[in-house]
């Protein structure tokens, strides 16, 4: 993939290709544009660049010895991560 | 790149009643990616509902999952949904914040199961695909964005 330098891209064009630029996108340089003069958040961080860890894990096996374990409900898992009403 | 809320992200873990929905799901070729903020939510409903469950999840974020520490540009994204959506957002902050950090990651699609608070319509309402496919419920509380 060809890398591309980020930092230098400002103006409408990240507003309207920022899913483009992050294809090219091989190491993170940064996530955050200038974009009219104004900092944006549009393009692909660091730590979500591909990485070799996919296509070796045994997923066969990993399910395998997930489902000996005692099962549960996935309304359980919700209302585990239910939130109190905000003030 | 695939945005696994914290619903999936335990769902992936523990044995549960859509473990085989989550299988095919982790079977598919797309990069998954697991923010910070799901991360601690995940490990917070583990240590109540499944405390033993944490290792698979360590196993994961090593041999699966990209995992995501940058809070900032995902925190960025949540307060432009909120400029733009006003006192429409009726979707609490958190559940706001995950969908700005999978749109700060150029994520393509938004994958949970929580059709009760808003997430998934939100998500889809900002363009990304949703896994598990939309549904009468979540085109229903998308009216409530748009309205």
């Not at chain 1, 993939?1 to 996108?25: C, D, P």
């Not at chain 1, 096996?61 to 489902?67: I, P, Q």
């Not at chain 2, 769902?11 to 903020?37: G, I, M, W």
Request: proline share 4%; charged share 30%; net charge positive.
């Amino acid at each position: 993939m060809k890398m591309k330098t980020l930092q230098r891209i400002s103006g409408t064009f990240v507003r309207h290709n920022w899913k483009a630029v992050t294809e090219g996108l091989v190491e993170g340089k940064t996530f955050l544009v200038e974009n009219h003069g104004k900092r944006e958040a549009v393009v692909m961080s660091p730590e979500a660049v591909d990485s070799p860890k996919r296509g070796g894990f045994d997923l066969d096996a990993y399910f395998k010895r997930l489902k000996q374990r005692p099962a549960i409900s996935l309304s359980k898992i919700n209302a585990s991560l239910v939130r109190s009403p905000e003030l | 790149m695939i945005y696994l809320d914290a619903n999936v992200v335990v769902a992936s873990v523990t044995n549960n009643d859509h473990s085989e929905q989550v299988e095919r799901l982790l079977r598919s070729r797309k990069p998954f990616y697991v923010s910070r903020l799901a991360d601690y939510e995940a490990r917070k409903s583990l240590s109540s509902i499944d405390p033993g469950a944490e290792k698979n999840l360590d196993q994961l974020l090593v041999e699966k999952f990209n995992q995501g520490k940058e809070w900032e540009a995902a925190i960025m994204q949540a307060i432009k949904i909120s400029r733009r959506f006003k006192q429409r957002l009726w979707v609490d902050s958190a559940d706001t914040l995950h969908v700005g950090w999978a749109l700060s990651i150029g994520a393509e699609m938004f994958a949970s199961f929580d059709r009760d608070s808003g997430p998934r319509a939100l998500a889809m309402v900002m363009g990304l695909k949703l896994w598990p496919e939309a549904g009468p419920i979540d085109f229903e509380q998308r009216k409530l964005l748009k309205a």
